[in-house]
């Protein structure tokens, strides 16, 4: 009797849990306000440590749009958010690291089955480099006609993807792409030896600025494209140093510079993402260096995770 008691008692628990606000709110419960919001499909990285990798829908008047990276674990997460895929036709990849773009195909298939009607999608990425594949190679070699999934292009609805290369050069803003009250602005930023690519979407005067994965050579970009942005999802990846690995450095940007360029670019809140077991382990020293040098609001992502932006 005394264990039925305890199992109630933790059901109790893990009800109440999800209902205090730290359990996932779900953005497609949101309905039509706000105008801009964040979900976050996968706030880890690359480990298999109980996070879906990096990956965000972007919802603007409620309707999922543009999802940001496609990082494995994701798909179950859109599932598990109930998230209405279609008329999510824009797909913003960071960098073709594993961690952000291994798992577009599944994500496409399930865009492809959750409507009949054609579906016209437009990648965008960065340009080839080293032995990294173009965004155009990549798709191609996913859902062209010679690539892995050729078949998906008829196999739900007529699907037409059209993928872009972002170059990594100039090193200045430039708009992606501009319709009605959607704006998706872009600039190249640095990961070491990975291209890679900063976007910010502006709405209806809102905006968001998506940091991908960044080393200390992207900061300059980031800062000017991220300037007033509302909110700039930052990945959190290391510690200050000497805390993390010495590598992770060419890699990835410590707390106390996150928190100096969301001051430089007068960010109206921070959502660290990406999260690492380490900084999970860290968070309150994470949290203090990066409040030492800025003084707006500062959150940690998790799965599931919904952020209005206005
Ligand atoms: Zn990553
Ligand atoms: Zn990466």
Do not use: W
């Amino acid at each position: 009797m005394r264990r039925r008691a305890a199992a109630v008692l933790g059901l109790v628990c893990a009800l109440a849990q999800a209902e205090d606000g730290l359990a996932p709110a779900k953005c497609p419960n949101v309905g039509s306000d706000p105008d801009l919001a964040v979900l976050v499909l996968g706030s880890g990285g690359p480990g298999a440590v109980g996070r879906a990798s990096s990956s965000y829908v972007v919802l603007l008047d409620g309707q999922p749009r543009i999802l940001v990276d496609a990082g494995p674990g994701s798909f179950a997460r859109a599932g598990e958010a109930g998230l209405q895929m279609r008329g999510m036709d824009i797909v913003l990849l960071t960098h073709l690291h594993i961690d952000h773009a291994g798992e577009l195909p599944g994500l496409l298939l399930g865009r492809a089955v959750s409507s009949g009607r054609p579906i016209d999608a437009r990648i965008y990425g960065p340009a080839a480099s080293g032995q990294f594949p173009s965004t155009r190679r990549y798709v191609d070699l996913n859902f062209g006609a010679q690539g892995a999934y050729a078949y998906l292009k008829d196999f739900s609805a007529p699907l037409t993807i059209s993928a872009h290369d972002i170059a990594a050069k100039p090193v200045k803003p430039q708009t992606l792409l501009a319709e009605a009250d959607l704006k998706i602005s872009v600039i190249p930023g640095h990961h070491r030896d990975a291209p890679a690519v900063v976007y910010r979407v502006d709405y209806k005067g809102h905006s968001v600025t998506f940091s991908g994965d960044i080393d200390a050579q992207g900061l300059p970009a980031l800062s000017s494209l991220a300037q007033g942005t509302d909110l700039l999802v930052f990945n959190s990846v290391v510690l200050d140093p000497p805390g993390s690995a010495p590598q992770l450095y060419e890699l990835h940007t410590p707390p106390a510079a996150i928190g100096k360029l969301a001051a430089q670019a007068h960010a109206g809140r921070l959502l660290l993402t990406h999260i690492s077991p380490l900084v999970e382990q860290h968070q309150d020293e994470v949290l203090a260096s990066i409040g030492a040098t800025y003084a707006g609001p500062v959150s940690v992502s998790s799965d599931l995770l919904c952020v209005p932006v206005n």
